[in-house]
C-alpha cells in the first residue's frame, strides 16, 4: 500500500524533529562537560586546595621518613600521589583508583616463589611467545584517535575502561591536581633548601 503525501511530510517532520532534539541533547552534554571541567580547574587553583594538598603532603612525607631511613624517589612520589588523591576526597575516578589500588597492595599476600621450570618448558614458552608476536604482527592497526585515546587511559588512573567524554573530564581535572602538585612540591623545595643553607649564630664570646 503506497503513503501519501501527507503521511511521507508527517514521517519527514518527525524524523527532523528527532534530530534536533537529539543534536541539542549532545549540545547540551557537551556543555555541561566543558563547565566541569572548568570548574575542575579552577578548583586546584584556590589556595583552600593548595592549603589542604600542602598539610597531607608533608603528613605523608613524615610517615615515609618514620618508616624508612632512606626512602626511594619511588617512595615519595606514591606518597605525594597518595595525598593528592586524599585532597580530592574520592570525587573523582583516578583519585579513588589510587585509594583503592593503594589498599591492594597494602593488603595484598605475599605469593610463593613459583618452581623453576625445565628446558623444555622453557622452550615451549619461547615458541609460544613467537606465535603471539606473529599475530601481534597480523592484526589491524587501529585509527590514530583511538590509539590516542587508549595512551591517554593508560596515563589517568584508572581511565583505561572510561568513555571518551568521561575520560577527558578526569584528564582534566587529573593534569589541574598534578599542577598543583608540581607548585606545592616546588615551594616546598625551595623552603628546605633556604632552611638547610641558614646557619646558625655563632654564640657570643665572653
Request: glycine share 4%; aromatic share 2%; charged share 30%.
Given at each position: 500500500m503506497a503513503t501519501s503525501p501527507e503521511s511521507r511530510s508527517v514521517e519527514r517532520l518527525i524524523s527532523e524533529s528527532r534530530k534536533r532534539k537529539k543534536k541539542k541533547n549532545q549540545n547540551q552534554n557537551q556543555?555541561?562537560?566543558?563547565?566541569?571541567?572548568k570548574n575542575n580547574t579552577a578548583r586546584w587553583r584556590t589556595p583552600a586546595e593548595h592549603q589542604t594538598y600542602s598539610s597531607k603532603l608533608l603528613e605523608a612525607l613524615r610517615h615515609v621518613r618514620r618508616t624508612?631511613?632512606?626512602?626511594p624517589s619511588r617512595a615519595v612520589r606514591d606518597a605525594a600521589d597518595r595525598a593528592l588523591a586524599a585532597a580530592a576526597k574520592g570525587r573523582t575516578r583516578w583519585s579513588r583508583h589510587i585509594l583503592a589500588h593503594r589498599l591492594k597492595l597494602k593488603f595484598k599476600k605475599k605469593k610463593p616463589p613459583r618452581p623453576i621450570s625445565g628446558a623444555a618448558d622453557s622452550r615451549s614458552k619461547k615458541s609460544g611467545l613467537d606465535v603471539l608476536k606473529l599475530m601481534g604482527k597480523k592484526k589491524r592497526r587501529?585509527?590514530?584517535?583511538?590509539?590516542?585515546v587508549r595512551v591517554l587511559g593508560r596515563l589517568v588512573?584508572?581511565?583505561?575502561?572510561?568513555?571518551?567524554?568521561?575520560?577527558?573530564e578526569e584528564a582534566t581535572d587529573y593534569?589541574?591536581?598534578?599542577?598543583?602538585?608540581?607548585?606545592t612540591m616546588t615551594a616546598l623545595t625551595?623552603?628546605?633548601?633556604?632552611?638547610?643553607?641558614?646557619t646558625p649564630a655563632a654564640a657570643p664570646s665572653r
Amino acid at each position: 500500500m503506497a503513503t501519501s503525501p501527507e503521511s511521507r511530510s508527517v514521517e519527514r517532520l518527525i524524523s527532523e524533529s528527532r534530530k534536533r532534539k537529539k543534536k541539542k541533547n549532545q549540545n547540551q552534554n557537551q556543555n555541561q562537560n566543558q563547565n566541569a571541567a572548568k570548574n575542575n580547574t579552577a578548583r586546584w587553583r584556590t589556595p583552600a586546595e593548595h592549603q589542604t594538598y600542602s598539610s597531607k603532603l608533608l603528613e605523608a612525607l613524615r610517615h615515609v621518613r618514620r618508616t624508612t631511613t632512606n626512602p626511594p624517589s619511588r617512595a615519595v612520589r606514591d606518597a605525594a600521589d597518595r595525598a593528592l588523591a586524599a585532597a580530592a576526597k574520592g570525587r573523582t575516578r583516578w583519585s579513588r583508583h589510587i585509594l583503592a589500588h593503594r589498599l591492594k597492595l597494602k593488603f595484598k599476600k605475599k605469593k610463593p616463589p613459583r618452581p623453576i621450570s625445565g628446558a623444555a618448558d622453557s622452550r615451549s614458552k619461547k615458541s609460544g611467545l613467537d606465535v603471539l608476536k606473529l599475530m601481534g604482527k597480523k592484526k589491524r592497526r587501529l585509527p590514530a584517535l583511538q590509539r590516542r585515546v587508549r595512551v591517554l587511559g593508560r596515563l589517568v588512573p584508572g581511565g583505561k575502561k572510561l568513555s571518551f567524554p568521561t575520560l577527558l573530564e578526569e584528564a582534566t581535572d587529573y593534569i589541574a591536581a598534578l599542577e598543583m602538585q608540581v607548585r606545592t612540591m616546588t615551594a616546598l623545595t625551595e623552603l628546605l633548601s633556604v632552611a638547610g643553607s641558614v646557619t646558625p649564630a655563632a654564640a657570643p664570646s665572653r
